[in-house]
C-alpha cells in the first residue's frame, strides 16, 4: 500500500470539493433514473443544506484529503460519525475519491484504511456506506477491505422498450 496521510481540507479546498460532489452526485442519479440532472442538483443542494448547516464546520463531519509524501493531493474522503439513519456506534462514509490521476495505485485503499483509523480513533467500531451498483471498482475495493452487503436496493425500468426479464 502506498505511503499517504490524511489533513483536514482547508476551506477553500472544501467549497470547491462540496461543489464539484453535488454535480458529480446530480449526473451519477441522473444516469441512475432518477430524474434529470436539474432536479437532482437542487435536491441534492437542499439536502447538503441539510446535512451540513454549517458548512465544512458541522459537528460529527470529517473531511479529509489524503496527501502523498511529496505533498501531492491524492484524493479526498467524507465521513460522518453519526449515521445518517441513526444506527448506534456506526459512522457514515459519504464519499471517497481519487483524482484521476493517481487511480489504480492503491490510493483508494490507503485512504480508506486511514479514514477507518480517524473513526476507530474517535470511538466508533463500525463504518457503513453505499455505493451504486454498477461501480464494480469501488465494489471490489470494499469487498476486499472487509466490508459486506448489509442492505440492497434494486430497480427495474418499467418503461416501453426497457428489458424484460426471463421467467
Known sequence: MPD???????????????????????????????????????????????????????????????????GAVVGTIWISLEHPRGFRDCAFLYEIAIDEEFQGAGYGRALLTAGEQVVRERGVPALELNVFGDNARAIGLYTTAGYRVVTQQMRKDLRSGSADHEG
Not at 464539484?20 to 432536479?39: D, H, I, K, L, P
Not at 443544506?49 to 509524501?69: C, K, N, S
Request: hydrophobic share 40%; glycine share 10%; proline share 3%.
Open 4 to 70: 499517504l496521510t490524511v489533513r483536514e481540507m482547508t476551506a477553500d479546498e472544501f467549497d470547491a470539493w462540496h461543489e464539484a460532489v453535488m454535480r458529480a452526485f446530480a449526473t451519477a442519479q441522473a444516469e441512475a433514473g432518477s430524474g434529470t440532472f436539474e432536479e437532482n442538483l437542487q435536491r441534492t443542494r437542499d439536502g447538503q443544506a441539510a446535512l451540513l448547516p454549517r458548512g465544512q464546520e458541522t459537528p460529527g463531519m470529517i473531511f479529509l484529503r489524503g496527501v502523498r509524501g511529496d
